[in-house]
């Protein structure tokens, strides 16, 4: 199989034990190409230094966590806009909304979110969407900056039909990771009622484990497990699912 992680933070301190063998092991397994979400400035000395390592496989995207926004968020934002012109980034991301740890700085994520899709559109990048526990806030934000240069992908997507049916009509991929695993989920209730022409799968790693490995690290080498479980609700073998979901990062993504 030939398969993508579109949204996978192999950059994080939870892999700096075993980074290369975490991408050995994705690697070996069929998972081929890494897209690298941002978070802030710390960050992005880790994230040049797996691009040089492994150039092939490794893509970046530039831009600035919801939760990482906070009273310096527009030097932040410099930052993003100097890695897009410095580096060969493929999307902006990843951006949005979370209120799930603190409210405090909404007015600053609204802004930053906004500041973050407008450089997508300037550069016709897509964008990389992190919506918690803030569907309509971020679709307020997309329902202003709608346009023909607007598209990427809803990460981790975690909402309702109807949100799924919004998200697309705003030309976003639906990115499918652990979450489709879990039995409390409710992606496996709907899910099949998408075109799978609009999703894209992902791990999130070292974040959201599907099952069996839930409440672990999660790495990219689990997305095999994602995508059997999506072969299930669609009725097609994994590697059509592979075949499908790696066709669309591509389009997405442009690579």
């Known amino acids: 199989m030939n398969l993508t992680d579109t949204h ?32 802030d400035t710390t960050y992005i000395p880790k994230m040049l230094q797996l691009k040089n390592d492994y150039p092939e496989n490794i893509y970046l ?28 980034c493929v999307a902006v991301g990843e951006t949005g909304i979370d209120l799930y740890w603190d409210k405090t700085f909404l007015t600053q994520q609204q802004d930053a979110f906004q500041r973050q ?6 550069r016709k990048l897509p964008i990389a969407i992190h919506c918690r526990d803030a569907f309509e806030e971020v679709f307020e934000v997309l329902e202003a900056e709608k346009s023909e240069d607007l598209f990427g ?43 799978l022409s609009e999703i894209v799968l992902e791990t999130d790693s070292p974040y959201l484990a599907p099952v069996p490995h ?19 609700i669609y009725n097609q ?17 442009r690579v």
Not at 214 to 232: H, W
Not at 237 to 253: C, G, H, Y
């Open 153 to 195: 992908i809803f990460h981790c997507f975690t909402g309702t039909f109807e949100q799924a049916q919004r998200a697309i009509s705003l030309k976003l991929k639906l990115g499918i990771g652990g979450v489709v695993t879990f039995k409390n989920g409710k992606l496996d209730q709907f899910l099949s009622q998408i075109e």
């Open 237 to 253: 073998t994994p590697e059509q699912i592979a075949r499908q979901t790696s066709a669309n990062a591509d389009a997405v993504f």
């Open 117 to 122: 899709i407008r450089l997508a559109k300037q």
């Open 8 to 39: 996978t933070h192999l950059y994080s301190e939870a892999f700096d034990q075993d980074r290369n063998e975490a991408i050995q092991r994705a690697i070996s397994q069929g998972i081929s190409r890494f897209f690298l979400p941002a978070i």
């Open 61 to 88: 995207m530039a831009g600035l966590h919801p939760t990482h926004v906070k009273e310096n968020y527009l030097e932040e934002l410099d930052a993003v806009e100097n890695m897009l012109k410095e580096h060969p």
């Open 214 to 232: 839930r409440g672990k690290r999660n790495e990219s080498s689990y997305l095999n497990l994602v995508c059997l479980k999506v072969a299930e």
